[in-house]
T-cell receptor, first 112, second 114 residues
Framework: GQQVMQIPQYQHVQEGEDFTTYCNSS?????IQWYKQRPGGHPVFLIQ?????EVKKQKRLTFQFGEAKKNSSLHITATQTTDVGTYFC????????????FGKGTTLSVSS | KAGVTQTPRYLIKTRGQQVTLSCSPI?????VSWYQQTPGQGLQFLFE???????NKGNFPGRFSGRQFSNSRSEMNVSTLELGDSALYLC?????????????FGSGTQLSVL
């Protein structure tokens, strides 16, 4: 079935370092949504990418959608302790309509 | 505007029992979907409701069921609980179903099956 793979599973950085998480699929992604879940919290929508090669920025966060629409990435510049959490990418399930298929997530920890 | 409200926040049950979880979507949101979150499997889609109709169902056994009421509130039920059903159950709402709709999640119900 449709799968969305995310790497790395865990990442620890020093505050001020950059961080990148990658989302890959063997099939073409319809669109990609990114969510952040703080420890003990619930997923919160960050952004959606729809077009091939699309790049969107939110302050220190940069989201990219691959040209072939088979991968996406989230890059955080100069991490802060507030960036701690798990970042999920999700794609629409082609067979189940509007259901989201989530990657397993990348858990980011930041030490000051 | 109030967010997605899920009750109860925590629940402890024993094997074989059944449980009902409740979700009130954001006012005006008519689509509700449910996800199960576990450390091993991550976030997995359970089902989606719109206008009191189940639109989609994930790959879960028939013990998992749900419904949506005319006010868009939703409930999910798990019968004959198993240890493996221990998880965080998340409800999410959106204005309507659609590929470009973003989901607003509730805080979830943490279910522990003993």
């Amino acid at each position: 079935g449709q799968q969305v793979m995310q790497i790395p599973q865990y990442q620890h950085v020093q505050e001020g370092e950059d961080f990148t998480t990658y989302c890959n699929s063997s099939t073409t992604l319809s669109n990609i949504q990114w969510y952040k879940q703080r420890p003990g919290g619930h997923p919160v929508f960050l952004i959606q990418l729809v077009k091939s090669g699309e790049v969107k920025k939110q302050k220190r966060l940069t989201f990219q959608f691959g040209e072939a629409k088979k991968n996406s990435s989230l890059h955080i510049t100069a991490t802060q302790t507030t960036d701690v959490g798990t970042y999920f990418c999700a794609d629409r399930d082609g067979q189940a309509g509007t259901a989201l298929i989530f990657g397993k997530g990348t858990t980011l920890s930041v030490s000051s | 505007k109030a967010g997605v409200t899920q009750t109860p926040r925590y629940l402890i049950k024993t094997r074989g029992q059944q449980v009902t979880l409740s979700c009130s979507p954001i006012s005006g949101h008519r689509s509700v979907s449910w996800y199960q979150q576990t450390p091993g499997q991550g976030l997995q889609f359970l089902f989606e409701y719109f206008s009191e109709t189940q639109r989609n169902k994930g790959n879960f056994p028939g013990r998992f069921s749900g419904r949506q009421f005319s006010n868009s509130r939703s409930e999910m039920n798990v019968s004959t609980l198993e240890l493996g059903d221990s998880a965080l159950y998340l409800c999410a709402s959106s204005l309507r179903p659609g590929p470009n709709e973003k989901l607003f999640f509730g805080s979830g119900t943490q279910l522990s099956v003993l």
